[in-house]
């Protein structure tokens, strides 16, 4: 029924085909949140007209200790002053209290708040919003009894387990900050993380499945607290999860050992010692430190984004109810682990705020067999899915037969996140898996925003498949050239953002003058994403990807930089560079040219070498599949590798390679090539 093609001819394709644009289900328009394009572009001019008014009456859904009059205050111009920006300055509130107490007070106690799907799809457990309440007042007492205080980081270096949930409210209910790290991460990626914010608490655990393959994930843990405490931050507790003594093992598989060190203290025996303490909420002023999470930066190291208590609550309230038109009888689903932030904003604080029935999938998409995913939506009726583009992408490459045995008719949003997504993923999803009967939300954010900036709203806005499409509420786009001047109408530029909206960033962890430096002085007056966008004549928003040295594999963020520092250490590299090059699952792989010392010739040994060396510095998504070896790097005579000419080289399109007159050795380039084609 609602597979419609309302237009045909709005735009033009990249391969000069009329695009199609597809109109949300009608069942979805009726009683949306917000119904209809014209009740978008109202809400929209309020909120940029009015945005203290507008997020006023948001703020209004949630529970605030003491109000204020404030509303959102900040400096965009460096030259003027001071960046800044404050929402609601002065009140006091806090996120925990308002996904746990604020709903069992109006009634949702009973309510399942998460299905926690195990790797194994027999491991199941439900828990209702009072049972997730009485443990995360617990594990905050187990906190307290660390010593762990307000203004405090706590590490959650955990895989995708019920514990991460209750670690993360238990440390916004007392005021520390929780830093999760990513369980794919390596000891020293984790380590350098602790060291970053001091923290003196780890929180792990023994081990988990990811699909076949056991990964122990305390040795790893403790080999960061060795690393951490050469330089001087000695971790004082790490409170260990006993993960792997309760799971279903699959047949035959060995056990990672845990150690029991001195200060390693078990999660399940801390909790009992801390049973029916009363442990209180802490009333945390507007722009007190929420949490931290590193994401790559653009020179190697890692900066420690930094999101304050009332802001990014009521954006990420705010972004999950009209992105995903929440409903009380919706059964949600973000595929995302907490170790990034689609996980902090839509699998735990956004769907928590709201009062949905959420899945919490500990597994990956594949195991045990690609029908997973699929069999889970119908198992629970899930009514909202948000994922990214890979996971379609590669469930797309397996074949539509997983999707066969299976009716997935209860959807009605797919969203996704992460990376553009191309056209070929996004009709499978609405097609096929979502049978042309559901909105898809292609949401456009960043750790930086805290929540959604540019999406489709699911019972409003037309969808073009592969368009990021229109600025949520308050966020206000402009895309700029490269002289900083704004591009009108359609073209294509720069995408930054010329006014504050609540959840954004405030800062990075110990760096201001980072901050500053980053993301509002390469266009002063301006937020700059590092991201380029292109706007169609019907306004309509593309990601284009990274205008900056960070590339996009899986959906993740990597710092060229950090992957170049990771390979010069070895001990037979001169100089590295990586460029990202296109992939058709994981939108692009890190790609990797290396000089080698006088003497040294590259083969299976040394790439295998390198890879480790990526594997264990970084962590295994940040590993190149290709490792070339190049005589010389291409560079303009002050010294700078050209990335240009790299990129084409890695994508094997030489021809468009273009001027290479500024190079000190043009030569270089058809080595380059050659050894190239040697290796394809
Ligand atoms: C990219 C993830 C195109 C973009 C929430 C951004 C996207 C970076 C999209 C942030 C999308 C995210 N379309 N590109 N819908 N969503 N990106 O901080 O390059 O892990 O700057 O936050 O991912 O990645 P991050």
Not at 27 to 50: K, V, W
Not at 139 to 166: C, K, T
Not at 499 to 504: E, I, K, L, Q, T
Request: hydrophobic share 40%.
């Amino acid at each position: 029924m609602s597979d419609v093609r309302v237009k045909f001819n709005l735009t033009n394709g990249e391969d000069g085909q009329d695009e199609d644009i597809f109109n949300p289900p009608a069942p979805l328009l009726a009683g949306a949140h917000c119904s209809g394009l014209q009740n978008y572009h109202d809400l929209y001019r309020t909120s940029i007209n009015d945005a203290d008014g507008f997020w006023r009456n948001v703020a209004s859904d949630l529970h605030f200790e003491q109000g204020t009059s404030k509303g959102l205050e900040y400096n965009f111009d460096a030259k003027a002053g001071p960046v800044y920006c404050k929402f609601m300055d002065g009140a006091k509130t806090n996120i925990s209290y308002n996904c746990l107490e604020r709903n069992i007070k109006r009634g949702l106690g009973d309510k399942i708040a998460y299905i926690f799907e195990g790797n194994e799809p027999s491991d199941v457990s439900t828990w209702t919003y009072k049972e997730l309440h009485a443990q995360v007042v617990q594990f905050s007492a187990v906190l307290r009894a660390h010593g762990v205080q307000r203004g405090d980081v706590v590490a959650l270096y955990l895989p995708m387990i019920p514990e991460l949930a209750v670690a993360m409210l238990a440390c916004a209910r007392i005021g520390a900050m929780h830093s999760v790290v990513f369980a794919g991460f390596s000891a020293e990626s984790l380590a350098a993380r602790v060291v970053d914010a001091r923290c003196r608490v780890v929180v792990t655990a023994d081990g988990v499945f990811r699909g076949a393959k056991p990964i122990g994930l305390k040795s790893i843990a403790d080999a960061a607290v060795a690393l951490a405490a050469q330089e001087d931050v000695k971790v004082e507790a790490v409170i260990m999860v006993e993960h792997l003594k309760r799971v279903t093992k699959p047949d035959g598989v060995e056990l990672p050992k845990a150690d029991y060190s001195e200060i390693t203290f078990v999660y399940e025996t801390e909790m009992q010692k801390c049973s029916g303490i009363d442990s209180p909420v802490e009333w945390m002023d507007a722009e007190s430190p929420l949490f931290l999470l590193y994401t790559s930066g653009s020179t190697g190291k890692p900066k420690g984004i930094q999101h304050t208590t009332a802001g990014y609550m009521t954006y990420a309230y705010a972004t999950t109810k009209y992105t995903f038109d929440t409903k009380d009888d919706d059964v949600y689903w973000c595929t995302a682990d907490c170790g990034w932030i689609t996980g902090h904003s839509y699998l735990l604080y956004g769907p928590l705020m709201n009062g949905l029935k959420g899945i919490w999938y500990e597994g990956v998409p594949t195991y045990p067999t690609p029908s997973r995913m699929w069999d889970a939506v119908d198992k629970y009726g899930v009514t909202k899915l948000y994922t990214s583009p890979t996971a379609a992408r590669a469930l797309m490459a397996l074949g539509n037969k997983w999707l066969e045995s299976t009716s997935r008719k209860s959807l009605k949003v797919i969203g996704t996140v992460g990376e553009p997504i191309n056209p070929a993923a996004w009709m499978w999803l609405y097609k096929k898996v979502g049978l042309s009967n559901v909105s898809i939300v292609d949401t456009y954010w960043q750790t930086e925003t805290g929540g959604h900036m540019i999406t489709c709203l699911p019972g409003a806005t037309p969808m073009k498949p592969g368009a990021a499409a229109m600025p949520f509420f308050g966020a206000s786009p402009v895309l700029l050239d490269a002289e900083g001047r704004v591009i009108e109408g359609p073209g294509e530029g720069s995408l930054c953002f010329d006014r504050a909206w609540p959840g954004m960033m405030r800062g990075i962890y110990g760096d201001e003058q980072r901050f500053v430096k980053t993301y509002f002085a390469p266009f002063n007056g301006y937020y700059f994403t590092g991201d380029g966008a292109r706007r169609d004549e019907d306004g309509y928003l593309w990601i284009t990807g990274r205008v900056d040295d960070l590339m996009n594999v899986s959906g993740h963020l990597l710092s060229t930089a950090e992957i170049e520092s990771a390979l010069v250490a070895h001990e037979k590299v001169a100089e590295a560079a990586v460029v990202a090059a296109p992939h058709d699952i994981k939108g692009s792989f890190p790609y990797a040219f290396v000089t080698l010392n006088v003497g040294e010739k590259i083969d299976e040994k040394l790439v295998a070498e390198l890879k480790k060396m990526v594997r264990e510095k970084i962590g295994a998504l940040a590993v190149p599949d290709v490792i070339q070896e190049a005589p010389g790097l291409p560079k303009t005579r002050s010294g700078k590798v050209t990335r240009r000419i790299l990129r084409k080289i890695a994508e094997g399109s030489e021809s468009g390679i273009g001027d290479t007159t500024t190079l000190v050795d043009e030569s270089v380039i058809k080595q380059l090539i050659s050894g190239r084609s040697a290796r394809a």
